[in-house]
């Protein structure tokens, strides 16, 4: 395909909660609401670093769970493994059973079928966990960061929720396959694991992007083995495709390129049976496409002292007042943090050359200094992040939902 001039083109990639890498983010941000919660009742914060990994369909050859008695490798093999590591500080008061609360958010990610080859329960769960490490609590329980990073955020007012185009498409794919699941459509046929791509053409029009066409759009569904490749097609163009098209005003024209499972075989095995699952292996999923860079740090299972965290959605925060505030059409805000320490290192803010007329960057600038407070408790407190509230980012999405507090700008002064 090849650029146009006076066109853009974006991508985005989404995948349903079920997916393994996802389900995986879902398990460890439930624990870490559920850590939230509890602690909460006694006055107090945890210290979350968790990390979990699945995998199913795994059979005792070789040095296959050869570390295992014959009576748990019949276990995993059923129905599969689950390793849950990390640093996980709480307080004495809190008895939180990690591997309960790794099964309930593995339900919440699709995984209630105990005849799958992965069905999570508690003897299929292996814990090795410790407290935050005494050196980084050091640094950490003063207000300071609890690592080190670069952080991004960003906003673009091609739509109302301040996000691009194709990750809201993506994503609301994604969510409808699992809507199709949740409600039993096709007979109980549609299964949860399941992706989406978009790649649109859009053109600068009054000083805007206006979406032109969709040049790709990719789904990949995992459904039962009744169902035909062609009905799966049908079924989705239907009852997929099509109602998350309308909501944006969007069609498939001839020059799209429409991808439904693309091997063109069926997609029978799926979820950590099928690959492997682990956290925070879909970080530009999670964020942006392809539109704006990314730090690199992993959102998911830390508690709000990890700056790859909060400084993420306080730079997402600082871009979207400016958009709102009708000061640039688009920006990327990027922060620097060392661990231990509670102020930022660099502050830094791209207007892709969208400012408004009188708006120069040092005075942009300027406005940004005065408005934010940029300490790691400070970021904190103004975004709320100390509830219960990240186990939704995985379901619903981290950005453009209206009432999460880093999407509520800021009124600039």
Known sequence: MLVEANTSTQSAESVTRAH???????????????????????????????????????SPEGENL?????????????????????????????????????????????????????????????????????????????GGAGDQGAMVGYATDETDERVPLAVLVARELTKRQFELFE????????RPDGKSQVTLTQIFENGRLIPRRIENLTVAVSHDPKISTRELRQFLIKEQIGPVLDKFGLKINEGTQLVINGTDKPWTIYGPTADAGTTNRKLIAQAYGLEAKHGGGGWS????????????????????SLVDAGIVKKCEVIITYSIGRPLPHIISINTYYTNAYGWSNEKIAELVRNNFSWTVSEMIDKL????????????DGVLGVPDYPWERSKELK
């Open 183 to 190: 409600s039993g459509a096709f007979d109980n046929g549609i």
């Open 384 to 395: 709320q992040l100390w509830q219960p509230i990240y186990t939704r980012t995985d379901t």
């Open 301 to 320: 299972g830390k508690d709000p002292t990890k700056v790859d965290r909060s400084g993420s959605l306080f730079a997402r925060y600082i871009a979207k």
């Open 66 to 142: 050869a570390v295992f008695t014959p009576e748990m490798q019949d276990i995993i093999k059923d129905h599969g493994l689950v390793l849950v590591t990390g640093e996980v500080t709480l307080p004495s008061e809190v008895n939180l059973p990690v591997r309960e609360t790794i099964v309930d958010g593995l339900w919440i990610a699709g995984y209630r079928d105990h005849l799958n080859e992965f069905s999570p329960r508690k003897d299929n769960i292996i814990v090795a966990i410790n407290r935050q490490s005494f050196d980084i609590a050091k640094g950490v329980d003063p």
């Open 20 to 58: 393994p890498d996802m389900a995986c983010n879902i398990a460890a941000d439930h624990f870490l609401d559920r850590a939230i919660e509890e602690s909460a009742k006694v006055g107090a914060r945890p210290r979350v670093a968790l990390e979990v990994t699945a995998k199913g369909g795994i």
